[in-house]
Structure formats: structure tokens, C-alpha cells
């Protein structure tokens, strides 16, 4: 996610803060690198010249030039615009609770709509407690349906669909009258993907509009396609006039131009972000986090949130207690490998660590096959074996490496590793731990 913009942006800023004092020269060299930076990430051009000289008037102004750490300033500026331009505080989701409320999702197709139908539902089930429900309203996109049929299933969420007519409006009338007679509270429309220059499509999407009458109707853009993206927005706005923005794929955009100039073209703020193929990966959009993360700045908050759910309080207190007590077992480090799983991908999270930039990244090279051998090795022992490691001995480790298909070596350093953390545990608050701490895969 903005891999390569945070990169380049990161290089600027090491060099500005290694100045003691800043001129306005060697200010305005840098303006012109941030120019090239977010002109290469795809930002629109007019976005970028007025983004620039926002910073510039504020950059060359007695606060910055006279300040102790001027470098750190110019940072402070940098980020300060960028939440500027990402703003999203005009959006608001109110729910009905006398009446069912109604989403639409338009866009591309191959934009993401209907697993970001899905998403979306699970999202408001979890964060809104809403009773949620789809509907099937993309009748040319043969496997649309079945997927949404699939995916619904997945996640016990029900889902209104015929595939024996064309008619959408057909469709969404027998999704209105089943939301009257069942426990419903939210209905998400997903409808075909479609080019804003196809008058006919367009024609019908506006007419489903016209009947179902959302209450909200979400713009579902692929952030790796940039430019087009927000080209393509604006089309759909100027028909549509939809309320918000859902960036399917943001995982994949190293360039980061669609999140950044989006707002500024449409006048409609991102929503949602979707940032990874599982349908809990769906993200709330918050500008100063992204902020935070396209300058290497991490993102705690996020990270903290991410942790809150995967993990149980209980659960917490109780593991704090045995670490406390050293009585922290193989058991008890699966059972945390599993939360952590829920998560997200490990190098993700890295990601949102303050500090950690791309070519730290690069270093750092997490192999889910290794997770994955490592929860075969512990799953591989009996329960007392993983509550007292020192029962395997040499017979034992065999067995255990034929049954998870991996070798002595790897569960004698599984084991070794566990060891060293255990003991290392006792000094948890030291920066010993931190420093000497390895995961073991």
C-alpha cells in the first residue's frame, strides 16, 4: 500500500531533517521532489500544483524558517495537507431504526463490487449490528449471482435473487416486498459493472436508483487503476450523484493516486478501503491514519483496533498471568499464533509498526509457510507434550516431524526458540526482550 510513494517521500524528508537550517533553495528543492513523487503515483496534475503550493506558502512562513527543527516542520506541513486533501468528516451513516435502510453499489465492472457487497455486510453486522441482506441485481455477469449466492452462504447472510428474468427492477421489487415480511434491517444492492459511456446501462442503473430510492449509494473504484479511476467517478457522480467511495484492491497500489485525488475531482470522500482478499478485510477510511502510513509514520490506532478484535480480554489477562508465572505453554503460543492469523497477514502488520519503511520491509521477508509449518509442528504433539516440551526426546521429535512433514532439525529449533522466549518473558518490559526476541518460524 503506497509502497513506493512512501519511499520516495521518505528520502525527501531524511534529507530535509538532516539540514540544521533550511533556505528557502533548498525548500523549494525539495517541493519539486514531492511534485515528482506524487505526479509518478498517479496524482492529478491540478491536485498536485495547488497541494504544493499549500505547502510551500506554509513552508516558507515564520513558523517553519525559524523553528528549531524546520526538517520536522516541513513534515508536520506535508502531513497536515494530505489529511487535507483525504478529508472525509462530511461523511455520516445513519441507520434507520423504524425502517429498512438501503445501500447501492455501482462502479467498473471488475471493479469489486460484489465481494465488496459482501464485505460491506459483514462490516455493518459486526461494527452496526444490522441485520443484513443482498441483493442480486448484476443479471449479466453470468456467475455474478451464483457468487453473491456463495458468498451469502459463507457468511449465513441471506441473499435476493432470480435468475429467471432481466428485469433489475423485477428484481428489486422482490427484495423490497421479502424486506417487509423478514428480519431485515440493512439491504445492499450489488449491480452490474458498467462503462459510464454505455448510455443504455447507465439509463438502467439510473432508473434502479429511481425506484429503489437508497439511502446511500457507494462508487466502487480498483485503486491500482489510478487516474481512471477517479476519471471514471466522476462520470458516475456527475449521474449518479453517489454519496461515497469504496477503494477495492488498495493492498496492490503501490502508487496511491486514486485515494489521493479522488475527493478533490469528485467532491465525494473514500468510505471504505478493501485491503485484501478475505471478507474481513475491509477497512473504515480514515485520513490522518493514511496519512500517518504514506509517511512511514505506521498506524498504532489501527494496529491497536486489529488487536481488540482478535483478541479476547479474558483470554488477555489470562496469558498475562501465566507469562507472569512462566507457565506459558506450546498451547497457549498456538492459541496467539491463531489470533494473530485474524489479523491479517504478518507483513501488514508490520506495515502499521511506526518506523518500519518499505526497504525494511524487503529485509523482512514473512513466509506464511513457515507459519503454517510451525502450527503443524505443536499440532503434531499430544496436549502433554505441549504443556511440558521437556518430555520430547529423540523418538518423540521423529514422530512429531513425520506427522507435521517437516524435519528434526525444524522442531529442535522450534523447540530451542520457545525456550529462549519463555525465559526472555520474565524480562518483558525490558528492551532486552524487544531486541532478542525472534519469532520461531
Given at each position: 500500500m503506497?509502497?513506493?510513494?512512501?519511499?520516495?517521500?521518505?528520502?525527501i524528508f531524511k534529507n530535509?531533517?538532516?539540514?540544521?537550517?533550511?533556505?528557502?533553495?533548498?525548500?523549494?528543492?525539495?517541493?519539486?521532489?514531492?511534485?515528482?513523487?506524487?505526479?509518478?503515483?498517479?496524482?492529478?496534475?491540478?491536485?498536485?500544483?495547488?497541494?504544493?503550493?499549500?505547502?510551500?506558502?506554509r513552508a516558507l512562513g515564520q513558523e517553519v524558517m525559524k523553528s528549531l527543527e524546520p526538517g520536522q516542520q516541513v513534515v508536520k506541513i506535508v502531513h497536515e495537507q494530505l489529511i487535507a486533501l483525504m478529508d472525509n468528516?462530511?461523511?455520516?451513516?445513519?441507520?434507520?431504526?423504524?425502517?429498512?435502510?438501503?445501500?447501492?453499489?455501482?462502479?467498473?465492472?471488475?471493479?469489486?463490487?460484489?465481494?465488496?457487497?459482501?464485505?460491506?455486510?459483514?462490516?455493518?453486522?459486526?461494527?452496526?449490528?444490522?441485520?443484513?441482506?443482498?441483493?442480486?441485481?448484476?443479471?449479466y455477469r453470468p456467475a455474478a449471482i451464483h457468487q453473491l449466492e456463495v458468498l451469502g452462504k459463507q457468511l449465513d447472510i441471506p441473499v435476493i435473487s432470480d435468475t429467471?428474468?432481466?428485469?433489475?427492477?423485477?428484481?428489486?421489487?422482490?427484495?423490497?416486498?421479502?424486506?417487509?415480511?423478514?428480519?431485515?434491517?440493512?439491504?445492499?444492492f450489488d449491480t452490474a459493472g458498467r462503462l459510464h459511456i454505455d448510455e443504455e446501462m447507465m439509463k438502467e442503473v439510473k432508473e434502479l436508483k429511481d425506484y429503489v430510492k437508497p439511502d446511500y449509494i457507494f462508487f466502487v473504484a480498483d485503486a491500482m487503476t489510478g487516474q481512471d479511476a477517479v476519471n471514471v467517478a466522476k462520470e458516475f457522480n456527475n449521474l449518479l450523484s453517489f454519496d461515497a467511495v469504496i477503494l477495492t484492491k488498495l493492498d496492490g497500489d503501490a502508487r496511491g493516486g486514486a485515494a489521493l485525488s479522488i475527493k478533490a475531482v469528485t467532491g465525494k470522500s473514500v468510505a471504505f478501503v478493501g485491503t485484501g482478499e478475505k471478507i474481513s478485510d475491509l477497512e473504515e477510511f480514515f485520513p490522518d491514519r493514511m496519512a500517518s502510513r504514506i509517511l512511514g509514520m505506521g498506524d498504532v490506532l489501527s494496529l491497536i483496533e486489529k488487536a481488540q478484535e482478535a483478541f479476547d480480554d479474558d483470554q488477555a489477562e489470562k496469558l498475562a498471568q501465566k507469562m507472569q508465572k512462566n507457565q506459558f505453554t506450546l498451547s497457549d503460543f498456538l492459541e496467539q499464533l491463531h489470533n494473530m492469523k485474524k489479523m491479517g497477514p504478518l507483513d501488514q502488520l508490520l506495515k502499521l509498526i511506526p518506523g518500519i519503511n518499505a526497504k525494511m520491509m524487503d529485509q523482512v521477508k514473512i513466509d506464511d509457510k513457515q507459519i503454517a509449518h510451525v502450527e503443524a509442528i505443536i499440532t503434531s504433539m499430544t496436549l502433554k507434550e505441549r504443556e511440558k516440551p521437556q518430555l520430547i526426546n529423540g523418538s518423540r521429535r521423529i514422530r512429531i516431524a513425520k506427522g507435521s512433514g517437516t524435519s528434526v532439525q525444524a522442531v529442535n529449533r522450534l523447540l530451542k526458540q520457545f525456550e529462549q522466549m519463555k525465559s526472555m518473558m520474565k524480562n518483558m518490559n525490558t528492551s532486552k526482550f524487544m531486541k532478542n526476541f525472534k519469532m520461531p518460524f
Open positions: 503506497f509502497s513506493d510513494l512512501s519511499e520516495r517521500l521518505n528520502g530535509l531533517k538532516g539540514k540544521g537550517k533550511l533556505s528557502e533553495s533548498n525548500i523549494q528543492d525539495s517541493l519539486k521532489e514531492i511534485k515528482m513523487a506524487l505526479l509518478e503515483a498517479d496524482v492529478n496534475f491540478k491536485i498536485v500544483k495547488n497541494f504544493i503550493n499549500e505547502i510551500q506558502t468528516k462530511d461523511l455520516n451513516f445513519e441507520f434507520h431504526n423504524n425502517r429498512l435502510t438501503k445501500i447501492m453499489l455501482v462502479g467498473l465492472q471488475g471493479s469489486g463490487k460484489t465481494t465488496a457487497c459482501a464485505k460491506l455486510a459483514n462490516y455493518f453486522r459486526k461494527k452496526r449490528s444490522a441485520f443484513p441482506s443482498l441483493v442480486a441485481c448484476d443479471v429467471n428474468t432481466k428485469s433489475v427492477k423485477n428484481i428489486a421489487k422482490n427484495a423490497l416486498d421479502w424486506a417487509q415480511k423478514n428480519n431485515t434491517s440493512l439491504m445492499i
